[in-house]
Each structure stands twice: as structure tokens, then as C-alpha cells.
């Protein structure tokens, strides 16, 4: 299977993370670069760099107020007296509608959803190649490849048009969707990280040309806690093509894979000719934020289900942080799904 990262990605360095009001280190390290590619190259993935294709198609998802602030907020940072070593957002608007401030701190309370997204030096680089390796992976299948992996880190799935949040900047899978849909295929995204892809299902909420499905820890008391719950179908054109399936915490290998049959046969109904897997490994039962209890074992059985789909398939690197069997359970949903 074919796979694509970039060097660059590595230069995103987050220091810090607030979680229950206490600061803590942040767990999106870059060590989880090491981990996830050591595991995608024991399933027999060939890495390659991805090639450079501007920012046309990540400004097809971000608006350009978006990108212009992701570009330039950590220099203008520097210029604050006593300011910290990143940017993290103290003050958010009440509503998007709401003025847009000229002020540095401003601008960061508008488009940082929350204190899991340090911009730091290396930050805007990172993200940039991140999205560049999900869209040459999706223009793999787009010049006839079955299926390839994306290492992309910094993830992707918590970032909307012009917000970022949960350790996100940029919305990989969705632009590589988009790149998909462009050139006249019918893509569905399927997430199936432990934290719902509420920024996925914001870009596309209300469209009819792109599947959003989602399999997740109940937001009900976890994170993203506002977004992810059964009853968001989608509004307007895109009503009826959103589907969440949040699962009670601690949800084990059996019912999560009952859960995901009926995930896997809404994109079925929605004649998909291409599917992007947003894949989080953060379902693991030991992983650090023990949402759900999937398996190092079921997650090979996750992998041959997606393949039964038999579209040409992208898996994109969502969440999945740092514990011992982080590179193994790659390894296992790869193999699970080249295997079948």
C-alpha cells in the first residue's frame, strides 16, 4: 500500500494542553510520528513524500480569512508584551456572526475553538504538509489506486472551515474528500476516531455530495460534547446525509464492529465510489483518553470490514496518542484490510 508523509510535519511541537482546568503536557506529541510510521511500514506500506499542490485545494474547504490567520498569527504573537511561547485563545465570541476583532488575541478567541490547539513556530508548516500528503494520497486513488495510508499529524477531523480545535488546524480528510469530489467521484467520509469529527460535519452539514458518517464515544459527557449526537441528519440540501452513532463509554470490540456494519451500509446506500477513513486508533482500550475499548485484534477486524466496502479506499491518520501498542494497532487495521 502506498503511503505519504512528509519531514516537515514533524516541525509542529505543542508544549501545552488544559484539561479540566489544569495544564498539562500536550498529548498530540511528534513522537507520534515515529510510532504511527514504524507501524504503517511493518504492515508494508512504502512511504513517499506527497508533491505540492497549493493552497487551491485546502482553500476549497478553509476560507481565506482562516488561512491568512494560520499563516501569520505566531509572528504577530511575538509582538505581544509578556505574551506566551503559543498561541492559545483566552476569550471565544458568543456566535460566528459576531465582530471580528483586529487584535491578535481577538482573532485567536475566533478561530481557536478551545485551549487543544497551541499554535506555535512550526505549527502553520506542519499542518500545510499534513493536508499536502492527504491530497496527493487522494489523488493516488485518483489516478487509479486502490487504497493508501496518509500520516497525517498534526489530524484533521476537529477543524471547521474557519476554526481550529482539538489539537487540529486543518481538516485533512475533508480536503482530501474534496479533492475526490472534484474530480467526479462520490466520496463518503467515515470516522471512527473515539472523539467525534465535529469540524467534518460542520464543512459538509449542509451539502449532498459528500457522506459524513461518524462512530464515537457519546459527546453527552466527552469531548467534543456539543457536536456528535443522533439527532444531527445534516439541514438544507445535506438533511439525511450526516449520520452520528455515538457508543457508551467503554464499548468493546463486538458491538463496536456491530455498530460500524451499519455505518459501512449508509455508505453503501449513498452509492459512494470512494470513501476516506478518518482513522482514529484512539478507540484503544489503553490508549490515554479511554473512551471506547476496542482491541488490537479488532482493530484487524475494523480494517477487513472497511475493505469489504471494496471502493478504492484512503485512510487518513486522525487520533491515537501515546501508548505502547500505538504503532501495533496501525499495523493491525492496515494488515486487517489488505489482508481481506
Known amino acids: 500500500m502506498k503511503a505519504f508523509f512528509d519531514d516537515r510535519q514533524w516541525h509542529h511541537d505543542p508544549k501545552h494542553f488544559m484539561s479540566n482546568g489544569v495544564v498539562q503536557p500536550n498529548p498530540e506529541q511528534p513522537a507520534r510520528i515515529e510510532m504511527l510510521h514504524s507501524g504503517a511500514v511493518s504492515a508494508g506500506c512504502r512511504f513517499e513524500a506527497p508533491q505540492d499542490a497549493g493552497l ?75 493536508a499536502q500528503s492527504a491530497i496527493s494520497g487522494a489523488d493516488s486513488l485518483i489516478d487509479g489506486g486502490q487504497s493508501a495510508y496518509v500520516l497525517s499529524r498534526p489530524p484533521g477531523h476537529h477543524a471547521f472551515g474557519d476554526l481550529a480545535g482539538g489539537f487540529c488546524f486543518l481538516n485533512n480528510s475533508a480536503i482530501a474528500a474534496e479533492r475526490l469530489r472534484a474530480k467526479g467521484l462520490r466520496p463518503a467520509i467515515l470516522d471512527v476516531d473515539v472523539h467525534h469529527g465535529n469540524g467534518t460535519q460542520g464543512i459538509f452539514y449542509n451539502r449532498d455530495d459528500v457522506l459524513t458518517v461518524s462512530l464515537h464515544a457519546d459527546p453527552e459527557r466527552f469531548y467534543p460534547f456539543f457536536w456528535g449526537h443522533a439527532h444531527e441528519r445534516g439541514a438544507g440540501a445535506g438533511l439525511g446525509y450526516n449520520l452520528n452513532l455515538p457508543l457508551a463509554r467503554g464499548t468493546k470490540d463486538a458491538d463496536f464492529l456491530k455498530t460500524l456494519d451499519s455505518a459501512l451500509a449508509r455508505v453503501q446506500a449513498f452509492g459512494a465510489d470512494a470513501v476516506v477513513i478518518a482513522l482514529g486508533l484512539d478507540t484503544y482500550i489503553d490508549d490515554p483518553f479511554k ?38 494497532n496501525l499495523t493491525s487495521v492496515l494488515s486487517g484490510f489488505q489482508g481481506a
Open 56 to 130: 487551491g485545494p485546502i482553500a476549497a474547504i478553509h476560507s481565506p480569512e482562516y488561512l491568512t490567520f494560520l499563516q501569520n498569527i505566531y509572528k504577530r504573537w511575538q509582538y505581544i508584551d509578556g505574551g506566551g511561547e503559543e498561541v492559545i485563545p483566552n476569550i471565544h465570541p458568543a456566535n460566528r456572526s459576531d465582530s471580528y476583532p483586529r487584535s491578535a488575541v481577538g482573532q485567536a478567541g475566533y478561530h481557536q475553538a478551545d485551549t487543544a490547539c497551541p499554535i506555535a513556530e512550526g505549527t502553520w508548516e506542519a499542518a500545510y504538509w499534513s
Open 291 to 328: 473512551g471506547l475499548a476496542v482491541t488490537t485484534e479488532g482493530f484487524g477486524r475494523i480494517g477487513a470490514a472497511v475493505a469489504g466496502l471494496g471502493v478504492p479506499t484512503l485512510l487518513v491518520q486522525e487520533g491515537g496518542y501515546l501508548c505502547d501498542e500505538l504503532g501495533e
